[in-house]
């Protein structure tokens, strides 16, 4: 006995100190992209691990049953000092962390320590806009930047992995989620990727301020057929590497550090367990060397799908190229790599060098983020407290959210209000805190975030009397409206009748001289499981809203919503509608600076607004047909590719926003009409500020390939530039087109681009008609 107790003991040692030398010298600028600096100590810890211990590396749980205090006895405690668990999501704070991270360093047998993960999506306890409003601002050193500081909170908090970015291209608005991501172009949504990545892992991961980003839902998860979630997707090859692939690939490109596989199938194969997609193409061609997560129960999910049991899925995702299950471990759920896999190698049915692929890349990511060098590195307790929602976080916040808003219109310059008179502030959304961060708002404290009417008060002054009137509920379906408003952000339902508000609503717009009608989506009627059919604002508030125009007094439509929404008749009754997405914690200040003209609007759509819900999936970057119309004026023609009973162009098209001031462009100058391919050409345009305030514009370049070997995009995104400009002056603004912005896969996959014409554009959005052409030549 005493015997045997000494061989463990002297193998024991062995191993502490094998780990301790593995743990020291480490080096502190790995960029993920290169070669596995850490093979040799990863491959000598691999070494020592019991099957169990490996297939806990790949192990995911929930932990939401751990809180401070009680750590040491949770299940999952017990789960981790058996190397049972690799990381845990959803639970936060630096104390609590610490805890948990303490069971794997001091009581499981090999130390290794746990990743902890978390949904910071947009922000954290700071909050900005939803990802889809932030891509309105179409400023990526500051999108950067509100990843950075969403990394410092989050690792303030103990936390050292974020699912994020979300890229997923999207052109159907029905699908709930294109709130999380930045709209539909392959082009901006890559600039947006890689932004979003450098800023949460920064140059250097072993930073305790950086953590590791998950670009996610890979792949093609924004195209599910009649935009309902979850649903099956089917594209082609060219399709999926021309408009859908780019902004994973972008990510992949900027060093991240994971990928979460998607819930869809591609090719008839669900992500989670398709092989060309997680190896093929993810690590062989594009050299991706981090590591793989399934989605939330994605794995077992596999079995509905029709893949097989409970083995045959987790074989299959593993061998796919899965190296970590997200919440599979729960006895709620049948398949799970805990579950399946000693026994599916016990069988042969996996080989020891597949299951140890995966460890290793678990192992590696640890040592990447510095965990094994010191595994309390993100466990600081004082920093929350200084770093946390600070007021200058948030003054940041809020200066964001007015980066993130569109002016979809202003008849006879009613906006900006101005500072005196009386403001009748009404509508469901007009004050409510905790529908003001949006979807995906995992670590905001809902209710302290500022609902409109509060803003308006603050930013208005003294001179300027706010009256505010609720004006309805949510919707008349009191079924869907529970729905909507769960997770926390509920809207009371108002006990008086709709009469009752209505006529509150009417007194109040009759003292006012200018009303702000706070209407459109709840925060939860948009993000995951949130598909609609109809993309109007419930029908409710659209009779309200009519109740208020018909006063005749001037109504401005703030209109709150988390995806392109129909609002054509909206368009033609409402004098001034901004639309203000969901912007976060600082919403009601910001929505304010906006309509007082303290900040001037400069958001542009990167989602193209519909007419009618029939026109989606409605997407500026589209193809020609054989049979395009003839006229740009909407006119039906027949046997042309057109409606009978709407016209083809989308009600607002992408890249569209409107400012106080106006922009005028002309002077667009190619600095050649040939490009060669060793060359560029310079395109240059002139840009004035011709209204009568300051602002920003966003200028923007598309191009036009006349001739393919396949069939082209009538137009397609090349470029872009926020400036400021002062009122009255002018800007140069200039793009260099080299024959890199000019290739495309063609229909072997190659990434070519082809000699002939092409046209260029530069305007103030899509529709851009100031044009000129240059040709590839050989
Ligand atoms: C979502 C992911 C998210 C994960 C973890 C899933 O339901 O699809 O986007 O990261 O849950 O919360």
Not at 728 to 745: A, M, P
Request: hydrophobic share 40%; net charge negative; proline share 4%.
């Amino acid at each position: 006995m005493s015997k045997l107790f000494n061989i463990k003991y002297a193998f024991l040692s062995i191993t502490v100190l094998l780990i301790v030398a593995c743990n020291s010298n480490q080096k502190k600028s790995d960029t993920l992209s290169s070669d596995n600096p850490f093979e040799e100590k990863v491959d000598s810890i691999l070494s020592l691990m019991t099957v169990d211990e490996k297939i806990g590396q790949l192990n995911l749980p929930v932990s939401g049953d751990i809180t401070t205090g009680q750590a040491q006895s949770s299940d999952i405690a017990k789960k981790i000092e058996e190397g049972l668990v690799g990381g845990l999501f959803n639970i936060k704070s630096a104390e609590k962390i610490k805890e948990v991270q303490k069971i794997a360093i001091e009581k499981s047998r090999l130390k290794i320590p746990l990743l902890f993960g978390m949904d910071v999506i947009h922000g954290y306890q700071t909050t900005f806009p939803i990802p889809l409003g932030l891509s309105s601002s179409w400023d990526m050193k500051l999108i950067k930047q509100t990843a950075q500081m969403a990394a410092k909170e989050a690792t303030a908090d103990g936390i050292n992995w974020t699912f994020s970015p979300m890229v997923d291209i999207s052109r159907d608005p029905r699908w709930g989620r294109v709130s999380e991501g930045s709209g539909e172009d392959p082009f901006l949504g890559s600039e947006i990727a890689k932004a979003m990545v450098e800023g949460y892992q920064g140059d250097d991961l072993t930073k305790n301020n950086t953590m590791l980003a998950c670009v996610k839902h890979f792949a093609l998860y924004g195209a599910p057929e009649a935009g309902r979630d979850y649903n099956t997707v089917d594209m082609s090859r060219i399709r999926m590497y021309n408009e859908y692939l780019p902004p994973y690939k972008a990510a992949v490109d900027a060093g991240v550090g994971s990928v979460m596989a998607s819930f869809n199938e591609i090719d008839g194969i669900p992500a989670t367990g398709n092989k060309w997609l997680l190896t093929d193409l993810l690590r062989d061609d594009w050299g991706f060397n981090g590591f793989v997560v399934t989605d939330y129960t994605g794995l077992y999910e596999m079995i509905p799908h029709g893949m097989g049991d409970k083995y045959q899925v987790a074989e299959l995702a593993l061998k796919a190229g899965v190296d970590m299950d997200m919440a599979g471990d729960s006895p709620a759920i049948p398949a799970a790599f805990v579950k399946t896999l000693k026994q599916s190698l016990e069988e042969g049915k996996i080989s020891m060098s597949d299951l140890d692929t995966a460890v290793k890349r678990m192992l590696t990511a640890k040592y990447r983020l510095g965990l094994f060098d010191d595994p309390y590195k993100y466990c600081d307790l004082n920093r929350s407290k200084t770093e946390v929602f600070t007021p200058e976080n948030r003054t940041f916040a809020r200066k964001v959210a007015t980066e993130s808003m569109v002016l979809l219109k202003n008849e006879n310059n009613l906006l900006p209000l101005k500072k005196s008179g009386t403001i009748g502030v009404i509508g469901p959304l007009a004050n409510t805190a905790v529908n003001m961060a949006g979807t995906w708002s995992v670590a905001t404290k809902q209710n302290l975030s500022i609902p409109l009417l509060e803003g308006l008060k603050t930013v208005a002054g003294e001179d300027v009397k706010v009256l505010y009137a609720k004006g309805s509920n949510v919707d008349y379906d009191l079924e869907y409206e529970k729905r909507v408003t769960m997770f926390g952000k509920d809207i009371p339902r108002d006990g008086r009748t709709d009469k009752q508000l209505l006529d509150e609503a009417l007194s109040v717009a009759s003292k006012s001289d200018v009303i702000v009608a706070a209407i459109g989506e709840t925060a939860e009627m948009s993000g995951e499981c949130s598909s609609v059919t109809n993309l109007q604002i419930p029908q409710l508030q659209k009779d309200l809203l009519n109740a208020l125009l018909k006063t005749g007094k001037p109504v401005v439509l703030v209109l709150f919503t988390g995806r392109p929404l129909a609002i054509t008749e909206e368009n033609e009754k409402v004098p001034a509608i901004l639309n203000v997405w969901f912007s976060g914690s600082e919403a009601g200040l910001a929505i304010s600076d906006v309509l007082f003209g303290d900040v001037n609007p400069s958001g542009k759509l990167t989602a193209t607004f519909p007419r009618n819900v029939g026109q989606v999936p409605i997407y500026y970057n589209h193809k020609n047909t054989g049979r395009p119309l003839g006229n740009n004026d909407g006119k039906f023609e027949k046997f042309k590719s057109n409606y009978i009973d709407v016209r083809n162009e989308p009600l607002y098209p992408f890249g569209y926003g409107l400012s106080y001031t106006d922009f005028t462009y002309n002077n667009l100058k190619l600095s050649s009409n040939q490009l060669n391919p060793n060359s560029s050409i310079e395109v240059s345009v002139n840009v004035t500020n011709s209204g009568n305030y300051d602002g920003k514009e966003v200028v923007q370049l598309y191009i036009r390939d006349l001739v393919g070997s396949v069939t082209r995009p009538v137009k397609e995104l090349k470029g872009f530039q926020k400036v400021d400009i002062k009122n009255g002056d002018t800007k140069t603004i200039t793009f260099q087109l080299s024959v890199e912005d000019l290739k495309f896969y063609n229909s072997n996959l190659d990434f070519v681009a082809e000699p002939g014409e092409f046209e260029v554009f530069v305007g103030t959005n899509s529709n851009a008609t100031l044009k000129d052409t240059f040709e590839l030549v050989k």
